[in-house]
């Protein structure tokens, strides 16, 4: 099978909102007035951002769950997407759940495949989607005040804890490893609450590299500095109960890293919206911390006083 056999085999649908999709030399989206166009674009890399031997269906889903993931963090919603793709061969059962994980994620969000690009080399995913957010309107990582309340959607960790027990650092249950898994091969991108946060939020990001790293990213580009309350770090963990470690528990929970989750900021006043945020996407939103105008980050325990140790963020180049 070549090139355009397979393009048009998998990744050739008929497209409903954009005006031109796969087959020309480009693609062409029509944005509604009022509206801004959000873009973002991840690459997942064999052996850096997945097992080679992961299900091709849950790594289709998942390439596109990052990048979805990135419009819910600005209140974007999902339009189109492109795929630039490497396979190291034409491997049809590979291309079937590779397209069916991806493509059944894509229907889900009402975001079409619109083209893209096809070679061959070692296996390496790049997505870039395209959402709509009207203008002005997108949560960005620079608007926390002092005294916004800070808050964390969903729960942080497990995908981490997959990972150290995939890696053979820990042991788990079955039944436990079998959830985290799911959640570290198959996130959800919150994209209703990040609709839903719009007017509400006064900044947001999505947790993909570790909480505390990633808060730091909203402390510097707003100017501010949060505290954290540690004891909430159990029961944002689904499985903390399960893990017998409460410091791997905390370091998976406080840095671990593929959680694409939400993190994000709001004035005290906005807690009944976010709550009604929180109750129209159906996704569970936990208050973690408070905005300071002290810039820095500080962790305490539940009775306030503080926690020193230091919980590294996962880097690439780090
Ligand atoms: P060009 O050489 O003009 O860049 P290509 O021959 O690479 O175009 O691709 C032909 C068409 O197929 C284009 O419309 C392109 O967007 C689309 N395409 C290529 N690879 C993919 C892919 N993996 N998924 C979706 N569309 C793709
Ligand atoms: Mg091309």
């Given at each position: 099978?070549?090139?355009?056999?397979?393009?048009?085999?998998?990744?050739?649908?008929?497209?409903?909102?954009?005006?031109?999709?796969?087959?020309?030399?480009?693609?062409?989206?029509?944005?509604?007035?009022?509206?801004?166009?959000?873009?973002?674009?991840?690459?997942?890399?064999?052996?850096?951002?997945?097992?080679?031997?992961?299900?091709?269906?849950?790594?289709?889903?998942?390439?596109?769950?990052?990048?979805?993931?990135?419009?819910?963090?600005?209140?974007?919603?999902?339009?189109?997407?492109?795929?630039?793709?490497?396979?190291?061969?034409?491997?049809?059962?590979?291309?079937?759940?590779?397209?069916?994980?991806?493509?059944?994620?894509?229907?889900?969000?009402?975001?079409?495949?619109?083209?893209?690009?096809?070679?061959?080399?070692?296996?390496?995913?790049?997505?870039?989607?395209?959402?709509?957010?009207?203008?002005?309107?997108?949560l960005?990582r620079?608007g926390a005040r002092a005294g916004d309340d800070l808050y964390v959607s969903?729960?942080l960790?497990?995908?981490?804890?997959?990972?150290?027990?995939?890696?053979?650092?820990?042991?788990?249950?079955?039944?436990?490893?079998?959830?985290?898994?799911?959640?570290?091969?198959?996130?959800?991108?919150?994209?209703?609450?990040?609709?839903?946060l719009?007017?509400v939020a006064s900044s947001a990001m999505?947790v993909?590299?570790?909480l505390l790293?990633d808060l730091s990213h909203i402390l510097k580009a707003s100017?501010v500095g949060a505290r954290i309350d540690t004891s909430l770090a159990?029961a944002l963990?689904?499985?903390?109960?399960?893990?017998?470690?409460?410091?791997?528990?905390?370091?998976?929970t406080l840095?671990?890293?593929?959680?694409?989750e939400l993190a994000f900021t709001a004035p005290p006043?906005q807690r009944?919206?976010v709550?009604?945020?929180a109750?129209?996407?159906?996704?569970?939103v936990a208050r973690i911390g408070t905005i300071e105008a002290e810039t820095g980050l500080r962790l305490v325990?539940?009775?306030?006083?503080?926690?020193?140790?230091?919980?590294?963020?996962?880097?690439?180049?780090?």
């Open positions: 099978m070549g090139e355009f056999d397979l393009i048009a085999r998998y990744f050739t649908r008929p497209v409903r909102r954009a005006a031109l999709g796969v087959g020309d030399d480009c693609a062409l989206l029509a944005p509604a007035a009022g509206m801004q166009l959000a873009v973002s674009s991840d690459m997942l890399v064999e052996g850096r951002h997945f097992f080679a031997d992961v299900a091709p269906e849950a790594l289709g889903h998942k390439a596109l769950a990052v990048n979805l993931s990135d419009l819910a963090a600005c209140g974007a919603r999902p339009l189109a997407f492109t795929l630039a793709l490497a396979l190291p061969r034409v491997d049809e059962a590979w291309l079937a759940g590779f397209s069916r994980g991806l493509l059944a994620l894509a229907d889900a969000h009402g975001c079409e495949l619109v083209g893209g690009d096809t070679t061959q080399g070692p296996l390496n995913i790049c997505i870039t989607v395209f959402g709509e957010v009207p203008v002005g309107q997108a960005l620079s969903g729960t960790g497990d995908a981490r804890l997959a990972l150290e027990a995939l890696l053979g650092h820990t042991a788990l249950a079955p039944g436990v490893l079998a959830a985290v898994r799911q959640r570290l091969e198959r996130p959800t991108p919150r994209v209703a609450l990040g609709l839903a719009r007017g999505d993909s590299d570790g790293g100017g159990g963990m689904a499985q903390g109960s399960a893990v017998a470690d409460p410091e791997l528990l905390r370091q998976c840095a671990g890293g593929d959680d694409y006043l009944a919206a709550a009604a945020a109750q129209a996407s159906q996704t569970p325990d539940g009775q306030g006083r503080p926690v020193d140790q230091r919980y590294a963020s996962f880097d690439h180049f780090g």
